[in-house]
């Protein structure tokens, strides 16, 4: 039973081999093409190298146009922060809040007395 | 090895070399030529190295193995590179045309071997179709003897398995 069906196995593999075969590509055509590989940079190479080349120019574009942007300072210590509340806290009167009354010339005119 | 013998062996074991590339790239036709050149450009530069200790079969087909291996990592690395699109190549697996003219058992057994583990797969490739024993796959698989007969019985029968459940 086991032989059998070891037997059924190999005649499987034996019908795909005989199908693969048909399609054999012949051996000199093979060797030829391989050793074609061996003068000419393969498909890989090429991508490689078309890869590294544009991320050089890429490198390159970025460095030089970075030197040429006028750059612009912000002083930091000049910065106001206003915050898009900050109108909550404006009250009626908030200057009063802010000066100092001068408590020495306040006092009664006698004329208008 | 002189080169001339070198061809002449190479020669001699093209057929089964080109069915093993087949079962190494998944039946993807293109894919098994390309390997196979490769194969064939390490053996005639020398940078395989037949050294006596297994026989020239097996030693070449580990080559092979080998070979479809690195290839299928260049693709998958390619597909991550920037500009893979512009030689993008269809998906790896048997070509359509092909998969017409295989008879219908041969479309099941093929069917049946994807979907084993990949060493399985390897191993019952070696032994049914290359008719090499299980220490001769062992070798070229680059595996003990001992997980080489695990994977040989394992694979059998989920094959078997698999191509008895298509027939109910």
Do not use: N
């Not at chain 1, 922060?81 to 009250?91: E, G, I, V």
């Amino acid at each position: 039973m086991i032989e059998s069906k070891e037997d059924e196995l190999r005649e499987r593999f034996t019908a795909l081999r005989r199908e693969d075969a048909a399609g054999l590509p012949p051996f000199s055509k093979t060797v030829a093409a391989a050793r074609g590989r061996r003068a000419a940079p393969g498909r890989g190479r090429l991508l490689v190298l078309a890869t590294a080349a544009a991320l050089v120019v890429a490198a390159l574009v970025f460095v030089f146009r970075g030197h040429d942007r006028p750059h612009m300072t912000i002083d930091l210590a000049a910065v106001r922060l206003h915050a898009p509340t900050d109108f909550l806290l404006k009250l009626p009167g908030a200057d009063l809040l802010r000066t100092v009354p001068r408590l020495g010339r306040v006092g009664l005119d006698r004329r208008t007395l | 090895m002189s080169p001339e013998a070198l061809e002449v062996e190479l020669e001699r074991l093209h057929p089964a070399a080109f069915g093993w590339a087949l079962a190494c790239c998944g039946g993807d036709r293109a894919a098994a030529e390309d390997t196979l050149q490769a194969s064939y450009l390490k053996a005639l530069d020398g940078r395989a190295r037949f050294d006596g200790r297994a026989t020239f079969r097996t030693s070449f087909f580990s080559v092979v193995r080998r070979t479809a291996a690195e290839q299928r990592r260049r693709r998958a690395l390619w597909r991550w590179l920037p500009m893979a699109s512009v030689t993008a190549t269809p998906d790896d697996g048997p070509d359509p045309a092909v998969a017409l003219t295989r008879s219908e058992g041969t479309r099941r057994l093929l069917a049946a071997l994807v979907r084993l583990p990949r060493r399985q797969r390897e191993v019952l490739y070696l032994v049914f179709y290359q008719d090499l024993s299980i220490a001769e796959a062992a070798d070229v698989a680059g595996i003990s003897l001992g997980t080489a007969r695990t994977h040989y019985e394992r694979g059998k029968a989920a094959l078997k398995k698999q191509l008895d459940g298509d027939r109910e």
